[in-house]
């Protein structure tokens, strides 16, 4: 059930979705070889459908930039309806998988290759905002990878739109970012008002207004530049998937890939949006599957591109100051009210207005201290964050994130070859209830090495806790605790005092020094015990 009681910051982080995901839609659409349409469709699909099955708090679904370089062949080879045939299947699939708990494989990616990707999208966001703030959009809006369809390159594609600037949307640029960075500072954030009349917004209203005052001058903000929505007869543009070719094995390939790409998409970006959640809320991955799976099979249904949950419309939301799923559910809503009624309006918003609020998105997601933090954990957290983050930023979302996770694997097993079995650790056994005073008391006892695999174990036993119980963590006998777990540990608790979870932890040092991702615990055997390479 979607909550109310944070309407007031809900709603207007919806609008501010709502515009950025506007663009999005119609640039994955027009890439795909889809209609504008069909893009506005997924974008719906995922704001009403997706979010009313979801758990996840902060989460926004729609059509994915990742998905194009399939969807776009698929569409070419079968043609549109029979496509729409394979998204409504892959849909049936991802609910398979949700039941099936295919789920969890999500909770096993490790966090440094989580963290990287989200530096990657911030820098992404922001090399890829460039050309859309000097007014050269020869590359779709939402495009991720590093070789573009316009056969540049993200950093070509920069000097070429340096080159080919237009001052009208670059004056429109500077103005909204002004208007952004002014709205965060005390002389605005004092008055209450701004919590519900956003920074975004006031930008997005200047960009028009900065668009109607250069009609007719040397400053004109051309159509190209503009957001455009279909405006005419929207009910006779709306496909159908065909039932013709339900026989043919091609649309069973199309369906298999997609929901396989898409349920490891929507998987990565749920564990980062969870990692972006200020109250730490951790998403029921199983159940983000088959909410996927439905928001398909809906989509495919009515003419609708496939569906993810994206990380640039999710980290907006967040961004934005969003706090439920009220929000994404609102971006969905204004979707289908505002192209229906008024796309007309909507066509007046510069590109460049938008560029300026992703800026900001993507200089959050991608600020310096991430990096600074990263490096404080040690090497093998470091050198695999980094090493997403250049794979990523060369190739794409889901090449990078899998080379990323090979680099972890890679540091894991180089700095605790010779120790116990990384499969090794935690039994059945290892969590232990009773009651105290009629209270419900938990005690964790951990094992000797908790590494970057056990996380998905640990986060699911962490997730049946009940809300106003105790929960006793012992690590006396630890010697090693990946820093995945570690920051596991430090989420829930962060999470844990919003449903009245007490936390006592038994063993940790409060003053331990982490050397290449590992906590020194209290109760460690000697020195020569311990895992080489890891001290």
């Known amino acids: ?6 309407w007031k910051s809900d709603l207007p982080s919806g609008l501010v979705v709502f515009l950025v995901a506007i663009p999005l839609c119609l640039g994955i659409a027009l ?33 994915a930039a990742g998905l ?38 999500g909770y096993y990616f490790p966090t440094a290759v989580i963290k990287g990707m989200l530096v990657a999208i911030g ?61 965060q500072t005390k002389l605005i954030s004092r008055f209450s008002w701004s919590n519900i009349i956003q920074g975004p917004l006031v930008a997005v209203l200047a960009g028009i207004g900065l668009n109607l005052a250069f009609k007719e001058t040397s400053l004109m903000i051309s159509e190209d530049h503009l957001v455009t929505l279909p405006t005419e007869k929207l009910l006779d543009q709306i496909k159908f998937p065909s039932l013709e070719m339900i026989g043919n094995s091609a649309i069973y390939v199309t369906a298999l890939t997609l929901a396989i790409v898409a349920s490891i ?11 972006l959640d200020p109250q730490r809320r951790q998403t029921d991955l199983n ?85 600074a933090t990263m490096f404080k954990h040690g090497w093998t957290q470091f050198l695999p964050f980094i090493i997403t983050i250049v794979a990523i930023l060369a190739t794409d979302l889901l090449i990078g994130i899998g080379i990323g996770l090979v680099a972890s694997v890679f540091f894991v097993l180089k700095n605790n070859l010779g120790g116990s079995s990384i499969l090794s650790g935690l039994k059945e056994e290892w969590v232990e209830s009773s009651e105290v005073n009629g209270k419900k008391v938990y005690k964790m006892l951990l094992p000797e090495r908790l590494f970057f695999i056990s996380k998905g174990y640990v986060q699911t036993q962490l997730a049946e806790l009940e809300p106003d119980s105790k929960v006793v963590i012992d690590a006396t006998k630890s010697i090693y ?17 919003f449903n009245n979870i007490e936390i006592e ?16 615990l209290d109760g460690a055997k000697s020195e020569s015990d311990k895992i080489e390479g890891g001290s």
């Not at 062949?73 to 849909?91: R, Y």
């Not at 998409?265 to 990692?275: F, G, M, V, W, Y």
């Open 1 to 6: 059930m979607i909550e109310l009681k944070h």
């Open 31 to 63: 890439a795909s070889g889809g209609s504008a349409l069909s893009g506005i469709i997924a974008g719906i699909a995922g704001g009403l459908i997706v979010t009313l099955f979801s758990n996840s708090s902060l989460g926004v679904s729609g059509p």
């Open 68 to 105: 194009v370089a399939i969807v776009a062949p698929a569409i070419t080879k079968l043609g549109f309806e029979n496509f729409l045939l394979a998204v409504v299947l892959s849909g049936v699939i991802q609910l398979v998988l949700g039941f099936l708990r295919a789920g969890t494989i």
């Open 123 to 183: 820098l992404i966001i922001f090399l890829k905002q460039i050309p859309h703030a000097l007014g050269d959009d020869q590359d779709y809006e939402g495009d991720l990878a590093f070789e573009q369809h316009d056969g540049h390159n993200t950093f070509t594609e920069i000097l070429d739109a340096v080159q080919h600037f237009s001052m009208g949307p670059l004056i429109v640029t500077l103005v909204c970012l002004a208007i952004l960075i002014v709205w």
């Open 265 to 275: 998409e929507s998987l990565l970006c749920a564990e980062a949006t969870d990692k």
């Open 287 to 371: 159940q983000e599957l088959k909410a996927q799976g439905i928001g398909n099979i809906v989509s495919g249904m009515v003419g609708g591109l496939p569906v993810t949950q994206v990380i640039v419309r999710s980290s907006t939301n967040i961004q934005s100051g969003g706090k439920t799923r009220l929000a994404s559910f609102f971006h969905g809503f204004l979707l289908i009210v505002c192209v229906a009624a008024i796309p007309m309006y909507l066509n007046m918003i510069p590109l460049a207005s938008l560029a300026a609020i992703l800026f900001v998105v993507g200089y959050k997601l991608a600020h310096p201290k991430k990096f």
């Open 481 to 497: 605790i990946d820093q995945d777990v570690v920051d596991l540990l430090d989420d829930f608790e962060t999470n844990a005092q």
């Open 505 to 520: 932890k038994i063993g940790f040092k409060s003053d331990s020094k982490r050397q290449d991702s590992e906590t020194s």
